[in-house]
């Protein structure tokens, strides 16, 4: 597994987001008075059921033929139009249009928009966006993501001519946090540092190389807990942790069922910095009120904390797979 796939928006998101509206209501300028993406047949064909970002399926007819992007406002909001620098809360539903096939379930989260920092199509959805709004962008992927391979983005059942439904419903609208600044590698610690907890009964046991890198064994005959259940390993003594902070982390994951690493900062060389509220749940409940110095394990369920069974599966994993992580906090710097 990529490392992209620790960061939140995780795979998906953080992959297809970086980089007026038509008959079916809402704005039809963005804050700079630009006109909105328009809407179409194929847009305003789309008609959903569930929560966005949780469980929201299409209930509309599929396949759906779609080449341009096309935009519709399916729940219409109530306020002011954001603007460029604000942050909005926003949660992601990602389909494939040929069978409806979920590719991303996210949950709200906050996000930033900055013109230029999103993917066309991201951005023509952001820029129109006023709270409680719930809009549906519809595409070929290969219209959506010019230049790019389904299989880059860990889309291995994807093709370049398959409809893309994203379905991003957006909630408050506020001026954005100053970003945190950053640390050089020789602010950071090396490994965790502080004073050893015991782990709970049922917790895999995690042993520690010179460098502090972990190996981490599963117990035997013990089943993974059904809900995210994090613990300190290392008590360390340095800045707590805030949310929206810039945190460097060294981290291993590994499956509980097979044991097998899918992910490391450690196997890579080099500590990962990003912002607590731009990784999973498993990650942001397993980083913020800790010390820097402290190490955490976090046992994370797909459904809670995790990316969800669909992407899992995505991924090359069970659709229940549990992950576990074991995290050095080694720095971090607060927001403005």
Not at 77 to 91: L, N, R, S, Y
Not at 103 to 130: H, I, S, Y
């Amino acid at each position: 597994m990529k490392l992209s796939h620790v960061l939140l928006p995780t795979a998906i998101v953080g992959a297809l987001l970086l980089s007026g509206c038509g008959a079916s209501g809402g704005p039809t300028k963005d804050a700079s008075g630009d006109e909105c993406l328009a809407s179409g047949s194929a847009s305003e064909s789309i008609e959903v059921k569930g929560d966005t970002g949780v469980d929201l399926e299409i209930t509309s007819k599929l396949p759906l033929k779609a080449d341009k992007l096309e935009r519709s406002v399916l729940t219409e909001g109530e306020g002011k139009v954001i603007e460029d620098g604000q942050t909005v809360d926003v949660a992601l539903s990602l389909f494939n249009g040929k069978d409806g096939t979920v590719l991303q379930q996210q949950p709200e989260a906050p996000m930033p928009f900055t013109k230029g920092a999103l993917v066309g199509w991201a951005n023509d959805a952001f820029r129109c966006a006023v709270p409680g709004q719930q809009v549906a962008i519809t595409a070929s992927f290969a219209e959506m993501y010019e230049g790019a391979e389904p299989e880059q983005m860990g889309l291995t059942d994807v093709t370049n001519k398959d409809a893309i439904v994203a379905v991003m419903e957006f909630g408050k609208i506020e001026d954005s946090v100053a970003e945190p600044g950053t640390l050089e590698p020789g602010d950071l610690l090396k490994k965790a540092e502080g004073k050893a907890q015991a782990a709970p009964k049922g917790f895999p046991t995690v042993k520690l190389a010179d460098n502090g890198e972990p190996t981490i064994t599963i117990p035997e005959g013990v089943e993974p807990p059904s809900e995210l259940s994090v613990a300190t390993l290392i008590e360390g003594d340095g800045d707590v942790v805030e949310p929206g902070d810039r945190v460097y982390v060294n981290y291993r994951g590994i499956i509980w069922s097979t044991g097998e690493e899918f992910d490391s900062s450690w196997s890579r060389g080099e500590p990962i910095p990003f912002r607590t509220n731009e990784v999973i749940g498993g990650f942001t409940k397993a980083l913020e009120g800790q010390k820097v110095g402290s190490q955490v394990i976090s046992i994370v369920p797909a459904e809670d904390g995790g990316y969800g069974a669909a992407q899992l599966e995505s991924m090359g994993h069970k659709p229940d797979d549990v992950m576990v992580f074991v995290l050095d906090i080694l720095g971090t710097v607060h927001s403005e």
